[in-house]
Nanobody, 120 residues
Framework: QVQLVESGGGLVQAGGSLRLSCAAS????????MGWFRRAPGKEREFVAT??????????ADSVKGRFTISRDNAKNTVYIYLQMNSLKPEDTAVYTC???????????WGQGTQVTVSS
């Protein structure tokens, strides 16, 4: 059974930090590209960051570049994906979701999301 379970969301003041985690199991996710997406109230889902299978390549949306860091731990059967979020802004408020895709395909597995709220 495929599971992507996010955790670590919460309420934080502007300028603060949060670390999101995503536990991925049920497939060989150590070979998958993983990504973080977010959806703010009333807006479309947007890309945040992605990391390739071995962590050697990462890519960020311009809006989070320099503030957010994506990383992964492939050491165990459950693969963990992290999103370290620093210098948070109210506009970062959204539901954050992790997703997985095999090389050259669309994202095919999605988690349920975790709420991040940044107060001004």
């Amino acid at each position: 059974q495929v599971q992507l379970v996010e955790s670590g969301g919460g309420l934080v003041q502007a300028g603060g930090s949060l670390r999101l985690s995503c536990a991925a199991s049920g497939r060989t996710f150590s070979t998958y590209t993983m990504g973080w997406f977010r959806r703010a109230p009333g807006k479309e889902r947007e890309f945040v960051a992605t990391i390739n299978w071995n962590g050697g390549s990462t890519y960020y949306a311009d809006s989070v570049k320099g503030r957010f860091t994506i990383s992964r731990d492939n050491a165990k059967n459950t693969v963990y994906i992290y999103l370290q979020m620093n210098s948070l802004k109210p506009e970062d408020t959204a539901v954050y979701t992790c997703a997985a895709r095999q090389s050259l395909s669309d994202y095919q597995y999605w988690g349920q999301g975790t709420q991040v709220t940044v107060s001004s």
